[in-house]
C-alpha cells in the first residue's frame, strides 16, 4: 500500500474528501468509506459491469479505477440516480418490466443504461444490447433489460426505435 492522501470528488452531488491510499479501488472507497453499497463487487476484472458508475458521465468500471484518478471528479453511483424520492426514468422502467431476477447486476446495468441513454436517447434494440454489451446478467434476464431500457427511453421523452 501508498502512502495516505487526502482526495477530494463529487459524488452524487455532494462534496466528498477522502484520507486513503490513492491506489485503491473506487468501488472500496465509494463501499466502505462512504456507504455507498448499490456499487458491487462482481468480477473485479472489468468485465460484468456490475461495479458501473459514471465518471464525468461516462460509464466506467469502479472495481478497474484507482480513488487517484477521480480527484476533482464528478462521480454517480446508483443511488444518486433518483431526485429526493423521484425515480430516475431508468430506474422506474427497471421496476415496471421487472428486469431483474436475482437483482445482483441490476444498479450496473441501471448506470450502464443511463450511460447509453445519455448519448443516444431513442437507441434501437440492435444498439441497447451494443450499448449495454460490458454488462452480465447472470440469470439470463436480458430480454426484459432490453424492454427496459426501451421503455426507460420512452419515460425519458427518447422513444427507442
Known amino acids: 500500500m501508498g502512502a495516505e492522501a487526502t482526495l477530494r470528488f463529487t459524488v452524487d452531488g ?3 474528501s477522502v484520507a486513503t491510499d490513492p491506489d485503491r479501488t473506487l468501488l472500496d ?13 462482481g468480477c473485479g476484472e472489468g468485465q460484468c459491469g456490475a461495479c458501473s458508475v459514471l465518471v464525468d458521465g461516462r460509464r466506467m468500471n469502479a472495481c478497474r479505477t484507482t480513488v487517484a484518478k477521480v480527484e476533482g471528479r464528478s462521480i454517480v453511483t446508483v ?6 424520492e423521484e425515480l430516475h426514468p431508468v430506474q422506474r422502467a427497471f421496476l415496471e418490466i421487472g ?12 448506470v450502464a443504461a443511463v450511460a447509453l441513454l445519455d448519448v443516444n436517447p431513442a437507441p434501437s434494440d440492435e444498439e441497447i444490447v451494443a450499448g449495454m454489451d460490458r454488462n452480465l446478467c447472470r440469470c439470463c434476464s436480458h430480454p426484459k433489460i432490453v424492454k427496459a431500457v426501451r421503455r426507460a427511453a420512452e419515460l425519458a421523452g427518447g422513444g427507442a426505435r
Do not use: N, P, S
Open 14 to 16: 455532494r462534496e466528498r
Open 29 to 41: 472507497v465509494l463501499r466502505e468509506d462512504l456507504g455507498l453499497r448499490g456499487t458491487k463487487y
Open 79 to 84: 443511488e444518486g440516480l433518483a431526485k429526493g
Open 99 to 110: 428486469a431483474y431476477q436475482c437483482g445482483f447486476c441490476t444498479a450496473g446495468m441501471i
